[in-house]
């Protein structure tokens, strides 16, 4: 059975740093693409980051270019996100997923970027 545990979230102000942990089990996670995704208050589900099966790949969405880092260590079976210079807009319900949409994930960390 699938299972992606996230952490790392909090309260940060404007300009901070966060570094997300997604914990994976139940496939071989060394052979699967893995994602970011978040979800503002009410709005949907949003795309952030991806990375490749070994890490030499890495994509993000225009909003986060330059900010966050996506990484991942097969060998703890675990996911990363460094998040620099958080802004407000960065506040979100953020997931690990194996799929680009989100439709498989865990049950998220809170970002919230405030002062």
């Known amino acids: 059975q699938v299972q992606l545990v996230e952490s790392g979230g909090g309260l940060v102000q404007p300009g901070g740093s966060l570094r997300l942990s997604c914990a994976v089990s139940?496939?071989?996670?060394?052979?699967?693409?893995m994602y970011w995704v978040r979800q503002a208050p009410g709005k949907g589900l949003e795309w952030v980051s991806t990375i490749g099966t070994i890490g030499g790949i890495t994509d993000y969405a225009d909003s986060v270019k330059g900010r966050f880092t996506i990484s991942r260590d097969n060998a703890q079976k675990m996911l990363y996100l460094q998040m620099n210079s958080l802004k407000s807009e960065d506040t979100a319900l953020y997931y690990c997923s194996t799929d680009r949409q989100g439709n498989i994930r865990g049950q998220g960390t809170q970002v919230t970027v405030s002062s």
């Open positions: 139940g496939f071989t996670f060394d052979n699967y693409w």
